[in-house]
T-cell receptor, first 116, second 112 residues
Framework: GAVVSQHPSWVICKSGTSVKIECRSL??????MFWYRQFPKQSLMLMATSNEGSKATYEQGVEKDKFLINHASLTLSTLTVTSAHPEDSSFYICSARTGAAKEKLFFGSGTQLSVL | QKEVEQNSGPLSVPEGAIASLNCTYSDRGSQSFFWYRQYSGKSPELIMS????GDKEDGRFTAQLNKASQYVSLLIRDSQPSDSATYLCAAGVSGGYNKLIFGAGTRLAVHP
C-alpha cells in the first residue's frame, strides 16, 4: 500500500507553546490529506480536510485558529497546534488518499502529543 | 449526525475460532465501507474494503455488506493471538469528498 510518513512520533511540550506535526506522502502525490484526533479508547475524529494549494476545511467544533493546517505541496501537509493546553493532549493521525484507490485512506504512524 | 456504531467489546475468542465483528451505520447514502485494525498506540491499518452488497473474501478475512440493513461485518477465520487488536469500522460520507466516519472500534482478544 501507499506510504504516509508522519513526524514526530511523540512530543512533550509545555502549556502555551506551539507544536508542528508533519505528514508526507512518500510514494504518491496526495492532493487531499485528512487530520484525525483520537483520545484514549475512543474513535478517530476527523478534524479537517487539507487540500493542496487551498485553505483547509475544518469540521464543526474544531478551531481553525488553534489548529493551523498548511498543505503547500502535493506531498506535505502540516498541522500546527498553537498555544497548546493539556486538553489538547491526544493522538494525532494524518491520512492521505491516492487517486487510484477510490476512498481508501492510508494513515501515518501518528503523533502522541502530551502537553504539560 | 452521521454515525457508525460498533460494540466496544472486548470480544474474546479462542485461537483457531472464527471472530465475528459487527457494525451499523446511519448514512443511507454511504457507498464505501472499510475495516481497519489498530494496535495499541499505533495508527490504523487497512484490512478490507467493500462497496457492494454481499461477501468479499481476502485470505482469513471476509467482509459482509448489507446496505438495506445498513450493516457491515468482518469475519476472521482461524483467529490468531496476533489478531488481538481494536478493529475500526468506517463508512464513506455521502457527498463528503472522500471523508470517512469511524466507529469507536471493537477490541478483539484471541487467547491461546
Amino acid at each position: 500500500g501507499a506510504v504516509v510518513s508522519q513526524h514526530p512520533s511523540w512530543v512533550i511540550c509545555k502549556s502555551g507553546t506551539s507544536v508542528k506535526i508533519e505528514c508526507r506522502s512518500l510514494d504518491f502525490q496526495a492532493t487531499t490529506m485528512f487530520w484525525y484526533r483520537q483520545f484514549p479508547k475512543q474513535s478517530l475524529m476527523l478534524m479537517a480536510t487539507s487540500n493542496e494549494g487551498s485553505k483547509a476545511t475544518y469540521e464543526q467544533g474544531v478551531e481553525k485558529d488553534k489548529f493551523l493546517i498548511n498543505h503547500a505541496s502535493l506531498t506535505l501537509s502540516t498541522l500546527t497546534v498553537t498555544s497548546a493546553h493539556p486538553e489538547d493532549s491526544s493522538f494525532y493521525i494524518c491520512s492521505a488518499r491516492t487517486g487510484a484507490a477510490k476512498e481508501k485512506l492510508f494513515f501515518g504512524s501518528g503523533t502522541q502529543l502530551s502537553v504539560l | 449526525q452521521k454515525e457508525v456504531e460498533q460494540n466496544s467489546g472486548p470480544l474474546s475468542v479462542p485461537e483457531g475460532a472464527i471472530a465475528s465483528l459487527n457494525c451499523t451505520y446511519s448514512d443511507r447514502g454511504s457507498q464505501s465501507f472499510f475495516w481497519y485494525r489498530q494496535y495499541s498506540g499505533k495508527s490504523p491499518e487497512l484490512i478490507m474494503s467493500i462497496y457492494s452488497n454481499g461477501d468479499k473474501e481476502d485470505g482469513r478475512f471476509t467482509a459482509q455488506l448489507n446496505k438495506a440493513s445498513q450493516y457491515v461485518s468482518l469475519l476472521i477465520r482461524d483467529s490468531q493471538p496476533s489478531d488481538s487488536a481494536t478493529y475500526l469500522c468506517a463508512a464513506g460520507v455521502s457527498g463528503g469528498y472522500n471523508k470517512l466516519i469511524f466507529g469507536a472500534g471493537t477490541r478483539l482478544a484471541v487467547h491461546p
